[in-house]
């Protein structure tokens, strides 16, 4: 017991109790709060992709208003379908926040890509991974990294690209697309926060319209949720599970019990 409260007593003295975690966790709400606005707010062209550091600061330790768990339901829907050993290409990647920390953990492979060179240098810089290889790569113009994937994600972006451009963009995963292999996405519906750097808008009927012709078997939901440093903007979010195949879609259904 002594030894147990000596190796207590160094381990507070070195790295600090609780009033440390407090200043600690002040100092880092200052920063990402200035980060975003510098971001966001001052900077006259926003990025093409956020910074999901901000958001999970902003989520675990923010002492505003609650946002909930919202902004990252992609995350979790998309990962209920990932079987161990799956190949996944995820197209607009991003910084590499739900590649790494929703995709990755059971693929024995990943391609992430992204045109954007900056967000790929903070992907490999915050997001990298042993099985994640990260490509500054133009989904439209130029060839999948991989042959073939078990599971193609394509999150938060189809609405960046043309309605010619995204055509394209799903032939090429339907046939990069194993024979069970499975087409996993989101996006915001309508205008939502002004969607100033979007080409496309659309409803979840005109998902499904733009989608049918590629895939046999759909599902399709939204969620509306609060988005904002403030959570002062509101955005309507479409989630969807494609595949020419049944098997994937009913797998990680629940079972009702009475």
Known sequence: MVHHYAY??????????????????????KYYGA?????????RTPPHFYNHRIGIFRFAYGQGPSLGPYSYYRGFFNSEVIREGDKLLDIGCGDGFFTKRFFSAKCSRVDAIDLDKEAIRMAMKYSGSPNILYYTLDAVGNPFPGD???????DGAIGHFSA?????????????????????????????????????????????????????????RSVDYKIGWHGHLIRTEAYWRCSNSPVRLSAPGWHSYS
């Open 164 to 220: 010619e451009d995204s055509s394209k963009v799903l032939k090429k995963i339907c046939n990069a697309l194993t024979q069970e292999g499975i087409f996993l996405g989101s996006e915001s519906l309508g205008r939502e926060e002004g969607g100033y750097d979007h080409h496309q808008f659309f409803s979840l009927d005109d998902l499904y319209a733009l989608f049918k012709p590629y895939f046999r078997y759909m599902q399709m």
């Open 35 to 43: 980060l975003f606005r510098r971001t966001w707010v001052f900077n």
């Open 8 to 29: 207590s007593l160094i381990e507070r003295t070195v790295w600090g109790g609780e009033f440390r975690e407090f200043i600690l966790i002040k100092l880092l709400e």
């Open 148 to 154: 073939s994937y078990d599971v193609i994600v394509w």
